[in-house]
């Protein structure tokens, strides 16, 4: 009963190719993450959607498109992949995102990106 | 430069041996979090703060926010090998609505 899923573990691929990566929730959360781990491990938000609707967009290239079908899922699809995207990317969910703050965010275990 | 920097970036202690991370900023955060990612896994929360001068005790991990709202400490006394792993700090500002996480600290503790 994993809560927060992502698929695939591993991604090898080449250049120019287009993925995604798909992640599911089973906490009820109405907020969803894609966050990005470089080689040096410094973890950056990319994408945040909150009940299906995009709260947070960083400065991501437009290669990379998040698409929420429902409130537990929360899918990133990268086309024309680059040497630079390889990486670790988390998926994370929170229950709300509130004026306090203060709310925990449960990651799931990551996706490998490896672009050759 | 990061938002919030974190020192040292690498900590290799004996079991039994104390140690603190820091996390520093110049910006106030409307509250901070601490994490430990352990390898091939997501980070996992440890701690929030929300007040300054908050101290929060965890068994043998200390938090503590400064007074500013701009720094935040994790103390960790009597270290473990299952200490090991990748802390991470986390600040939320005043405005927005996101986690700005830190540069990261990779502790191993050798048995």
């Known amino acids: 009963d994993t809560a927060v899923s992502q698929t695939p573990k591993y991604l090898v691929t080449q250049m120019g190719n287009d993925k995604s990566i798909k992640c599911e929730q089973n906490?009820?959360?109405?907020?969803m993450y894609w966050y990005k781990q470089d080689s040096k491990k410094f973890l950056k938000i990319m994408f945040s959607?909150?009940?299906?609707?995009?709260?947070i967009n960083e400065t991501v290239p437009n290669r990379f498109s998040p698409k929420s079908p429902d409130k537990a899922h929360l899918n990133l699809h990268i086309n024309s992949l680059e040497l630079g995207d390889s990486a670790v990317y988390f998926c994370a969910s929170s229950q709300d995102w509130t004026e306090r703050k203060q709310e925990t965010q449960y990651f799931g275990p990551g996706t490998r990106l490896l672009v050759l | 430069t990061q938002l919030l920097e974190q020192s040292p970036q690498f900590l290799s202690i004996q079991e039994g041996e104390n140690l603190t991370v820091y996390c520093n900023s110049s910006?106030?955060?409307?509250?901070l979090q601490w994490y430990r990612q352990e390898p091939g896994e997501g980070p996992v929360l440890l701690v929030t703060?929300?007040?300054?001068?908050e101290v929060k005790k965890l068994k043998r991990l200390t938090f503590q926010f400064g007074d500013a709202r701009k720094d935040s400490s994790l103390h960790i006394t009597a270290a473990q090998p299952g200490d090991t792993g990748l802390y991470l700090c986390a600040g939320a500002l005043n405005t927005g609505n996101q986690f700005y996480f830190g540069t990261g600290t990779s502790l191993t503790v050798i048995p």
């Open positions: 906490l009820g959360h109405d907020t």
């Open positions: 959607y909150n009940n299906k609707e995009l709260i």
């Open positions: 910006s106030v955060f409307s509250s």
């Open positions: 703060v929300v007040t300054g001068g």
